[in-house]
C-alpha cells in the first residue's frame, strides 16, 4: 500500500514571512479541516481526563454529602443544649424562679377568699377551695424552708425562691417535703385538706416578697 503524503506550499503572509499551508490529499482523512492538527478532537482526547476529574471528585462530594448529614442529626442537639462542648448549663430560666401558676387544679376550683381585708384583719393570701386530697404545687423552683404545723395555718409548707419571693401552702392534710429540700416548679409538696382553722377543705396560698405579703392573683397566669 503507497502511503499518505500531504502536499506542502508555500504562500506568502500577511508580513512577508512564509506560512506554510498544508494542503491535504485525497484521502488522507483531513478534509474536513483542511489542516493538519496534532490535538485530538474535541470531545474525545479530553474524554479520559474528564472521567478522572470526576472520579477524583466524588470523593468531596461524598464527604460534603455526609458532613451535611452529620450536621442535620447533631442540630437538634445543639439548639437544644443537650451538648455544651465544655461550656456550664444555662441556668433555670427566671419564670421558673419566680411564682407563676396555680398551686392548686381541679374542675371544681374555685376562689373561696381572696387577698384583702375580711373582718378588719389582712387575709395575707388566698383561698383555693378543692376536694381533699387534691395535689399542692411549688410555683416555682426553690427551698423548703419550714415543713410543718403551726398554729392557725395547721399543716403548712414555707418555700423559698429566689427575687425576696416566699411562698406559703396552708391547711394541708399531708406534707410531702422536708425542710432543705430542694424544689422544682410544678412538684407536689403536699395534699390538700382542712387542717388547722379552716371551715372547709381548701388551700390557703400566699406569696410574700421580702417579707411583706402581696396579692397572688397578678402572678397567676
Same mark, same amino acid.
Given at each position: 500500500m503507497m502511503p499518505i503524503r500531504n502536499s506542502v506550499k508555500p504562500r506568502q503572509g500577511s508580513r512577508g514571512i512564509?506560512?506554510?499551508?498544508?494542503?491535504p490529499l485525497k484521502g488522507s482523512g483531513? *478534509?474536513?479541516?483542511?489542516? +493538519? =492538527? /496534532?490535538?485530538? $478532537?474535541?470531545?474525545?482526547?479530553?474524554?479520559?481526563?474528564?472521567? *478522572?476529574?470526576?472520579?477524583? +471528585? =466524588? /470523593?468531596?462530594? $461524598?464527604?460534603?454529602l455526609f458532613a451535611r448529614l452529620v450536621l442535620l442529626l447533631l442540630l437538634p442537639s445543639l439548639t437544644c443544649g443537650c451538648l455544651t462542648f465544655g461550656r456550664r448549663p444555662e441556668p433555670a430560666s427566671p419564670s421558673r424562679r419566680v411564682p407563676g401558676m396555680w398551686p392548686v387544679t381541679h374542675e371544681r376550683l374555685r376562689v373561696s377568699s381572696p387577698f384583702g381585708y375580711r373582718n378588719g384583719r389582712l387575709h395575707k393570701g388566698i383561698d383555693l377551695a378543692v376536694p381533699v386530697g387534691t395535689p399542692a404545687h411549688a410555683t416555682a423552683d426553690g427551698r423548703v424552708r419550714f415543713s410543718g404545723r403551726q398554729r392557725g395555718y395547721g399543716e403548712m409548707v414555707i418555700i423559698d425562691h429566689a427575687g425576696g419571693f416566699t411562698t406559703v401552702y396552708a391547711h394541708l392534710r399531708k406534707r410531702l417535703v422536708n425542710a432543705g429540700d430542694a424544689v422544682a416548679r410544678g412538684q407536689t409538696i403536699g395534699l390538700t385538706g382542712r387542717s388547722g382553722n379552716a371551715t372547709g377543705p381548701?388551700?390557703?396560698?400566699?406569696i410574700r416578697r421580702d417579707g411583706r405579703s402581696e396579692d397572688p392573683a397578678p402572678y397567676l397566669p
Open positions: 512564509q506560512d506554510t499551508e498544508v494542503r483531513t *478534509e474536513a479541516t483542511g489542516r +493538519t =492538527s /496534532h490535538h485530538p $478532537a474535541p470531545g474525545l482526547g479530553a474524554l479520559p481526563i474528564l472521567c *478522572e476529574w470526576r472520579h477524583d +471528585t =466524588s /470523593h468531596v462530594v $461524598a464527604f460534603t381548701h388551700l390557703h396560698y400566699e
